[in-house]
């Protein structure tokens, strides 16, 4: 067994460490925690009356070698983060829990499960009406300011208007809206939110938005639609100008891994076909991306692109048909 280590700071990150261990499994028998710290079972007593002594709960477990537990069902002490902080956190642990970051989604949600035990009511409550209010479709996306997500998912949450300013077409413009839902793309965070202005319903960029603020106005819910779904068919096709649907001739599963959630759609069509929903600035940018899937793959819509389809097969061809200089 290594030699323990000394000092204040030794103690307290051991001290953590065992809570840690606490919390990872039911029971440890007195000896199982001494060798995993290093240290003798009579420190392994002295490091549990130092958690008592913090409030939590910590249970002597009778029977052959004696043990610990950490209670259950019991109020622990509260985590000491500021209200900037338990934002930041729990905006970070929801990336890496819906994917963001590759691997991590269960440590996420147990570490968002720790989180919600130990932070006060207060805050609590606040953490609680983000992840509420939070969808997503991909990982990995580019940070926004965790207050300005804040703000939206307590009107999401409390059914108040919200207004902002938008940048949009090289101007910023103010909005006035009924929120829905924040939604987290492979790239961005979104808001889906009904546009009081424009009398409809209309997806807006986070990182677009300026001066956000949640109002006093009360509103009645109206029937939304899915919220991840209409984000990522408005992001992967509504915002090009031109917009296609394709039959390709492989497994939803095996199409989805191959194109980023922010650029099509992917519907399962049984019999081992799906269904891709895209958009683009052309329709040959359209053609060329799904057949570099590699794929069979028919032409739905729209009706024109089946013409494109053999122009560009005549080229290809004559161009392979082009002898070597």
Same mark, same amino acid.
């Given at each position: ?137 991909? &990982?990995?996306?580019?940070? /926004?300011? @965790?207050?300005?997500?804040?703000? !939206?998912?307590? #009107?999401?949450? +409390?059914? *108040?208007? =919200? ?70 068919? &408005?992001?992967?096709?509504? /915002?090009? @100008?031109?917009?296609?649907?394709? !039959?390709?001739? #492989?497994?939803? +599963?095996? *199409?989805? =891994? ?68």
């Amino acid at each position: 067994m290594g030699g323990e280590r000394g000092g204040e700071r030794g103690t307290t990150e051991r001290v953590l460490t065992l809570l840690g261990l606490l919390q990872q499994r039911q029971s440890w028998t007195g000896p199982e925690l001494a060798e995993r710290l290093g240290v003798t079972p009579r420190t392994v007593r002295r490091d549990v009356e130092r958690l008592r002594a913090l409030g939590y709960p910590v249970h002597a477990v009778q029977g052959v070698g004696g043990g610990y537990r950490l209670g259950r069902g019991q109020e622990l002490p509260p985590l000491l983060l500021d209200d900037q902080e338990a934002i930041a956190t729990a905006v970070s642990l929801l990336a890496g829990a819906d994917g963001a970051v590759t691997g991590a989604g269960d440590a996420a949600l147990r570490a968002l499960t720790k989180l919600d035990q130990v932070l006060p009511a207060r805050l609590r409550h606040e953490v609680r009406a983000l992840s509420g209010s939070v969808e997503s479709f991909g &990982g990995g996306r580019a940070p /926004v300011d @965790p207050v300005v997500l804040m703000t !939206l998912a307590r #009107a999401c949450r +409390d059914e *108040v208007e =919200a207004g902002f300013g938008y940048a949009s077409k090289g101007e910023v413009r103010q909005r006035r809206v009924e929120p829905y839902r924040l939604v987290a793309s492979d790239r961005r965070w979104y808001l889906l939110a009904y546009d009081l202005d424009r009398d409809d319903w209309r997806t807006f960029r986070v990182d677009r938005m300026t001066d956000v603020s949640a109002r006093t106005w009360r509103f009645r819910p109206r029937a939304a639609p899915d919220a991840a779904a209409y984000v990522q068919e &408005g992001v992967a096709s509504r /915002v090009h @100008p031109h917009q296609a649907r394709f !039959l390709v001739h #492989a497994p939803a +599963d095996t *199409v989805r =891994a191959q194109i980023p959630a922010s650029a099509a759609v992917v519907r399962g069509h049984g019999d081992g076909h799906c269904e891709v929903l895209s958009g683009a600035a052309s329709l040959d940018a359209m053609l060329l991306h799904v057949l570099l899937l590699g794929h069979e793959f028919e032409v739905l819509d729209p009706p024109e692109l089946a013409g494109r389809c053999h122009v560009l097969a005549q080229r290809l061809l004559a161009a392979g048909a082009t002898p070597r200089p």
